[in-house]
């Protein structure tokens, strides 16, 4: 299975902290919006907003000082494939992408504002990324703090994002939740275990007509019921595991997570994909991804930190794209990217400029 078809499974499941991991395949673009316009100040807002230009939010000014009660959680996620030493040589590739597969987040949350920093250096989703969440809007806000833009989206709207294909229609979700034996201690917090199996049916549009299938994911869950982490704190956590799931249909999986699971600080995730119009009858195992917290704070937070969307920030013009290096990397960006040091294989060719005609004719070279 190619690591590309690895990162879509387990995205397409919820499995949001995988989001700045995925090296080695490009995703394709999304959906965004916006407008590059500094926010107005209006008349007959919501205290402590101010109403935004055209497509763009309101600035968040209930958060723009001070400091908010919250948590600090460093995060470390690994891919876990078992018997891969065993495996045929068709598993190179999963071997290569389990040895390189430890990927960096920092999460800070509160009870009303979640924030993730992407931490993984050369992946296609720049380190530095942020990805904030206010529930009161239903929506994620994906940040650039280069370009200090940002880009608004849904939930399935982000999970179709990295599955750089067409739009997936999620439907007939299912969700058990079971209290587990097992005790374990994570960051220096002893937490208990629980046991999810969530499931839904999903539709897309392609060329060769309407295709169909059926995700599961097997979620294990260690969490804490440790009085100084406040509900709405756990709350906040499961709002960023359960990412595709968060519209009409598939609020009943992340209300029923929210009333069985405390504050979580491990999750293993394995997704098992049927249908598609693949070739294979059988459904597609993928590799467990474990999210384990390394360390665990409750503190002051700067509010700044939380603000959706951040300050000073504007929103995207167009839709948000990966690169390695930018989102927004053109072909005068990717033309500036140094070439490794060493002769090059003998059947290596130069890059073609598109452009050359207008400039006289390109380069030739071998």
Same mark, same amino acid.
């Given at each position: 299975?190619?690591?590309?078809?690895?990162?879509?499974?387990?995205?397409?499941?919820?499995?949001?902290?995988?989001?700045?991991?995925?090296?080695?395949?490009?995703?394709?673009?999304?959906?965004?919006?916006?407008?590059?316009?500094?926010?107005?100040?209006?008349?007959?807002?919501? !205290? $402590?907003?101010? /109403?935004?230009?055209? +497509? @763009?939010?309101?600035?968040?000014? %209930?958060? =723009?000082?001070?400091?908010? *009660?919250?948590?600090?959680?460093?995060?470390?996620?690994?891919?876990?494939? !078992? $018997?891969?030493? /065993?495996?045929?040589? +068709? @598993?190179?590739?999963?071997?290569? %992408?389990? =040895?390189?597969?430890?990927? *960096?987040?920092?999460?800070?949350?509160?009870?009303?504002?979640?924030?993730?920093?992407?931490?993984? /250096?050369?992946?296609?989703?720049?380190?530095?990324?942020?990805?904030?969440?206010?529930?009161?809007?239903? *929506?994620?806000?994906?940040?650039?703090?280069?370009?200090?833009?940002?880009?608004?989206?849904?939930?399935?709207?982000?999970?179709?994002?990295?599955?750089?294909?067409?739009?997936?229609?999620?439907?007939?979700? *299912?969700?058990?939740?079971?209290?587990?034996?097992?005790?374990?201690?994570?960051?220096?917090?002893?937490?208990?275990?629980?046991?999810?199996?969530?499931?839904?049916?999903?539709?897309?549009?392609?060329?060769?007509?309407?295709?169909?299938?059926?995700?599961?994911?097997?979620?294990?869950?260690?969490?804490?019921?440790?009085?100084?982490?406040?509900?709405?704190?756990?709350?906040?956590?499961?709002?960023?595991?359960?990412?595709?799931?968060?519209?009409?249909?598939?609020?009943?999986?992340?209300?029923?997570?929210?009333?069985?699971?405390?504050?979580?600080?491990?999750?293993?995730?394995?997704?098992?994909?049927?249908?598609?119009?693949?070739?294979?009858?059988?459904?597609?195992?993928?590799?467990?991804?474990?999210?384990?917290?390394?360390?665990?704070?409750?503190?002051?937070?700067?509010?700044?930190?939380?603000?959706?969307?951040?300050?000073?920030?504007?929103?995207?013009?167009?839709?948000?794209?990966?690169?390695?290096?930018?989102?927004?990397?053109?072909?005068?960006?990717?033309?500036?990217?140094?070439?490794?040091?060493?002769?090059?294989?003998?059947?290596?060719?130069?890059?073609?400029?598109?452009?050359?005609?207008?400039?006289?004719?390109?380069?030739?070279?071998?």
């Amino acid at each position: 299975m190619r690591m590309r078809r690895l990162c879509v499974v387990f995205v397409a499941a919820g499995a949001l902290m995988l989001l700045g991991g995925c090296k080695k395949k490009k995703p394709g673009g999304g959906t965004g919006t916006g407008t590059t316009a500094a926010p107005k100040k209006g008349t007959g807002d919501a !205290p $402590g907003t101010t /109403k935004p230009a055209a +497509g @763009g939010l309101p600035a968040d000014t %209930a958060y =723009a000082s001070g400091n908010t *009660k919250g948590v600090a959680m460093a995060l470390e996620m690994k891919l876990e494939v !078992p $018997g891969l030493d /065993k495996g045929p040589k +068709g @598993g190179d590739d999963l071997k290569a %992408a389990q =040895a390189g597969s430890v990927f *960096k987040q920092a999460m800070h949350v509160d009870d009303k504002r979640g924030r993730m920093v992407f931490q993984t /250096k050369d992946s296609y989703i720049p380190e530095g990324t942020e990805l904030r969440y206010d529930p009161s809007k239903k *929506k994620y806000v994906l940040a650039d703090p280069g370009k200090k833009k940002y880009w608004v989206m849904t939930g399935s709207e982000l999970g179709n994002l990295l599955e750089g294909g067409p739009g997936m229609t999620r439907m007939n979700y *299912k969700i058990e939740v079971t209290d587990g034996k097992a005790k374990e201690t994570v960051a220096g917090i002893e937490a208990a275990l629980s046991k999810a199996k969530l499931s839904f049916d999903w539709k897309v549009k392609a060329k060769g007509g309407e295709k169909t299938g059926k995700i599961t994911v097997n979620l294990d869950i260690w969490h804490t019921a440790d009085k100084k982490f406040k509900a709405e704190w756990g709350d906040m956590m499961i709002d960023f595991l359960t990412v595709p799931f968060q519209d009409a249909d598939g609020q009943k999986v992340v209300d029923e997570l929210k009333k069985k699971i405390n504050f979580p600080v491990k999750w293993a995730m394995e997704v098992i994909s049927e249908g598609g119009g693949g070739k294979s009858k059988e459904p597609a195992k993928a590799p467990k991804m474990v999210t384990t917290a390394t360390s665990v704070e409750v503190k002051d937070l700067p509010k700044a930190d939380l603000a959706y969307p951040p300050a000073g920030y504007a929103a995207a013009e167009g839709p948000y794209q990966f690169g390695k290096g930018g989102q927004t990397a053109d072909k005068d960006v990717l033309g500036k990217i140094p070439a490794k040091k060493g002769k090059p294989p003998k059947d290596h060719k130069p890059p073609v400029d598109p452009d050359a005609d207008k400039k006289g004719g390109a380069k030739k070279g071998g």
